[in-house]
């Protein structure tokens, strides 16, 4: 098995294209997330059709290119800000973004999906309210994941100590497994540091060799964003096969799969059902 933790793909993309040269390379699953979409409005409708795009997506690449998809829903970080920039109360978009995790529960209990996220609090400043507005979806969320049995992906400020701390306190608060807990854009802390949040983390050969030298407890993902004008941001979709193979090549077949069982922990049926 060989799974990309974290990317997305778009309409207007390269899309079923790309996951094709991700399969060549030897990639097997992708954790695919939505995308937010603000030529679109954020209001009561905007979650459900990013949802359905992100779905349609996924039945697009599993029917063309054969390879295992796991789908991640949730409210964006940066919807809420949108939202309050648009004229909208942080109050009320508060309760959008719980509304939204409130339909990704809803599509996960459909088994249309398999996890919650990205979700979490703005990676660039933001007011007071907008923050203590995201910490409190990052809890709901938490909960609703906890309650589901299922993984929370989290997208957060560029981590520091204090990152990994609050989110530990949050997911202690919920009494969510941290294992459940997963920072996506991780960097390369897999030891105690982190607290125990499980870190995905971005897919280049300088960071994969840090994270060995902590352990194996983490997950690779390229946040490939599919964007044309950001061609292969952030890594180029067949990063993580290309890492698979170089680690294999360098740290042995044991190595890998110790890494990939993380992810069969985390998604448990989820990957075969993929
Ligand atoms: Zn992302």
């Not at 907008?130 to 993984?151: C, D, F, H, Q, T």
């Amino acid at each position: 098995m060989v799974l990309d933790n974290h990317l997305h793909l778009q309409k207007h993309g390269e899309n079923v294209d790309a996951v094709r040269r991700f399969k060549k390379m030897g990639g097997t699953h992708i954790n695919l997330t939505n995308t937010p979409d603000y030529t679109q409005k954020v209001d009561a409708s905007y979650h459900r059709k990013i949802y359905d795009m992100t779905i349609e997506i996924a039945h697009a690449v599993r029917r063309a290119v054969g390879v295992g998809v796991i789908i991640t829903l949730g409210p964006y970080p940066a919807d809420l800000v949108n939202f309050v920039k648009n004229g909208g109360a942080v109050e009320d978009g508060k309760e959008l973004m719980f509304r939204a995790v409130d339909l990704a529960v809803e599509y996960i209990e459909d088994g249309k999906a398999n996890a919650i996220g990205e979700i979490g609090r703005p990676h660039f400043p933001v007011s007071y309210d907008i923050w203590e507005a995201s910490n409190e979806v990052i809890i709901y969320a938490m909960r609703a994941a906890k309650n589901l049995g299922v993984p929370v992906i989290l997208h957060t400020e560029s981590a520091t100590e204090q990152t990994w701390r609050d989110l530990a306190a949050m997911a202690d608060k919920v009494g969510i497994s941290k294992d459940m807990v997963i920072k996506h854009y991780s960097p390369p802390v897999v030891g105690a540091e982190n607290y125990g949040i499980f870190p995905s983390i971005i897919a280049s050969r300088k960071n994969v060799r840090e994270a060995l030298k902590q352990g194996t407890r983490f997950l690779l993902e390229t946040d490939f964003m599919d964007e044309p004008s950001r061609p292969n941001a952030v890594l180029p979709i067949e990063s993580v096969p290309r890492r698979a193979r170089w680690i294999v090549q360098e740290y042995g077949v044991e190595t890998w799969e110790k890494i990939m069982d993380n992810a069969r922990r985390i998604y448990g049926g989820a990957l075969d059902e993929s």
